[in-house]
């Protein structure tokens, strides 16, 4: 499943705008790769973040994964919750299962990432 | 039902073994060991008799699986048969009895032992020198990154990353990650094996040296090795092999001549010593000539007729194990060497390579392959089509289990979605692998006509499906919790 309004990013990253402000999560692809979730450690508020840096590895059931910094900028809100439940991000991975909030340094960014269209296709390429 | 727990049958006061009263007079336990470290509660072990014991015991060892019950067919770990000679030749006295602080004229033939295992090693894998030192697979790559270490320290530079195939062991970057490296990863092509483009743009001159598994994970040679070595010494940096696949080049091509600079041994898969938690491991390092200086100290050398263990090696990374590893082991597989010979190494190899490809061809059919060129020792299948029907790989796992068979490795390498990866060792018989084939047949039928025969299983046994998830998220291992 993927949602028109998100951008994504190729190491299957989703990024939900607002203003200079990035949320980012993982796609319902890698939720449904990686499988049940088990422990994700939490990365730190405030944290500095380039393009591509590692943000945190992802755990479930099968491997790890890690997440990537679809935008560079800095952590202003960690979701706390998946602390206790992991398993937020496979039941509401566009939702309740948000990682990350963003302040992004250069808003302009975000427009390398992919449009649904167009993740939808690299998706296709990739597990051809 | 499952066996109970020895505290579940224990019953207050019962014994196995009574003690006769302690005849120590003027005993005191405050005289020898200070309050603050006696306990203030009584041990809670179980307490129960002897034959209770012995029957629980006995009992689980006939639930257990291993090489000796069946087929293994869990890939990239060669779980060959181990001839049961090696147990004759280790219990013999001149080795069961003899000690690492004994001094070295008393126990010549065990270090002769060793320098000729040494040497046949070096000999198989095409390398200057061998330390017998770790003792096990990841510690032979960790062994082998301080190497690397070492080396470059000594050219005056400072190397900084490591580069490691996408479809690695998860040890690989462990192992150089703990020698100081960060880890860069190398794509594989849709062939499978590294993708020599993605290869030049990630090395420079910050990389230390390349790990690879040849045959890869996916049982696949890296056809262009000679080319991926080049590019990697272009850079100044070293070729590290994962010896974990070596069966399938035993006696056909070495490591050393295909321009490895570094590989580690596997003793317990492709020299055929006790496995897991049958025993322990060996996992020795050999190097090429310009790098033994830096090999963990000591090495066995040999001075006219005279073994000894060499401690001068100042360049040395020095000690990686107690003493010179596990004897035991090495003993073993110095056994298993000695009978096959160089004809025998050769045959076992391409024994293992037809069982694979048999295996593989019976299958085609069945289940989707994604690589299909002939296969080294093992293969890989993906039952990626079957998620419409809420089936994974796994779940062709747990079913194999109901037939009686140990499962491949699932979801294994991670570049190939819902992936099985099987092995099939050379010890394996003909009709041992047309009735494994016609359980996996049977298996892709029951996708289609009963999946629920997939997901509910194991049936047959007695502990069902565990709940892996809640396992993994809620970890409990105390007993009582």
């Known amino acids: ?128 | 039902m499952p066996e109970k727990l020895l505290f579940e049958k224990s019953v207050p006061g019962r014994r196995g073994v009574t003690f006769p009263t302690a005849s120590l007079e003027g005993f005191s336990v405050d005289a020898v060991l200070p309050k603050k470290c006696q306990r203030e509660s009584e041990l809670t072990l179980p307490e129960i008799s002897e034959n209770e014991l012995m029957r629980h015991y006995t009992r689980l060892s006939y639930e257990s699986y291993g090489v000796d019950t069946g087929f293994y067919p869990l890939g990239s770990c060669t779980m060959k048969y181990n001839p049961k000679i090696h147990e004759d030749v280790a219990r013999f006295p001149g080795f069961s009895e003899i000690h690492p602080l004994q001094p070295e004229e008393s126990v010549q033939g065990a270090l002769g032992l060793l320098y000729g295992l040494q040497n046949m090693l070096s000999e198989i894998a095409g390398m200057a020198r061998v330390s017998l030192q770790p003792v096990a697979g990841a510690q032979g790559e960790m062994t082998g990154m301080l190497i690397a270490r070492a080396y470059h320290l000594a050219q005056g530079r400072q190397r900084k990353h490591v580069i490691i195939p996408d479809s690695a062991h998860g040890t690989n970057p462990a192992s150089a990650h703990l020698a100081g490296y960060t880890i860069k990863t190398v794509k594989s092509n849709r062939e499978g094996i590294i993708d020599l483009e993605d290869l030049k743009q990630v090395v420079n001159q910050d990389t230390a040296a390349l790990m690879l598994t040849n045959p890869n994970t996916l049982g696949l040679f890296e056809r262009k090795i000679g080319e991926v070595v080049q590019v990697i010494h272009d850079a100044g940096a070293l070729v590290y092999l994962d010896g974990a696949n070596l069966n399938a080049l035993l006696g056909l091509t070495r490591p050393g001549d295909m321009g490895f600079d570094i590989v580690h041994f596997n003793l317990h898969k492709t020299f055929s010593t006790p496995h897991g938690g049958g025993g322990p491991g060996a996992g020795p390092v050999g190097v090429v000539s310009h790098l033994t200086p830096y090999l963990p100290s000591p090495l066995i050398e040999k001075k006219g007729e005279h073994f000894f263990m060499d401690s001068n090696r100042p360049q040395s990374i020095g000690r990686v194990h107690s003493f010179y590893g596990n004897f035991g082991i090495l003993l073993r597989a110095y056994t298993y060497i000695r009978r096959l010979g160089a004809e025998g190494l050769s045959a076992i190899s391409r024994n293992t390579i037809i069982n694979a490809n048999y295996l593989k061809k019976q299958l085609e059919a069945s289940y989707e392959i994604p690589m299909k060129r002939p296969c080294m020792h093992e293969f890989i299948l993906s039952a990626k089509a079957f998620r419409d029907k809420g089936i994974h790989a796994w779940d062709i796992a747990k079913r194999l289990i109901d037939y009686g068979y140990y499962p491949p490795t699932v979801n294994f390498p991670l570049i190939v979605p819902e992936s099985l990866m099987i092995e099939a060792p050379e010890s394996e018989a003909r009709e041992t692998l047309d009735d494994f084939a016609k359980v996996l047949i049977l298996i892709r039928k029951e996708i289609d006509e009963s999946p629920e025969k997939l997901t509910q299983a194991p049936t047959t046994q007695k502990v069902g499906r565990m709940n892996e998830v809640l396992a993994a998220r809620q970890l409990n291992v105390r007993y009582p919790a």
Do not use: C
Not at chain 1, 74 to 88: F, S
Not at chain 1, 111 to 122: D, I, Q, R, V
């Open chain 1, 1 to 128: 499943m993927i949602q028109e309004s998100l951008l994504y990013h190729k190491e299957h990253e989703w990024v939900r705008l607002d203003g200079s402000r990035a949320t980012i999560g993982i796609s319902d692809f890698a939720q449904e790769a990686l499988g049940d979730i088990v422990y994700l450690e939490i990365p730190k508020l405030g944290t500095m973040l380039q393009y591509g840096d590692e943000v945190t590895e992802i755990e479930s059931t099968k491997t790890t994964s890690m997440l990537y910094a679809p935008v560079g900028g800095k952590i202003v809100a960690v979701n706390e919750a998946l602390e206790g439940r992991p398993e937020l991000i496979n039941q509401d991975v566009y939702g309740e299962g948000w990682v990350i909030v963003i302040e992004m340094n250069d808003p302009k960014e975000a427009n390398t990432l992919m449009s649904g269209k167009e993740y939808a296709s690299f998706l296709e390429n990739e597990t051809a």
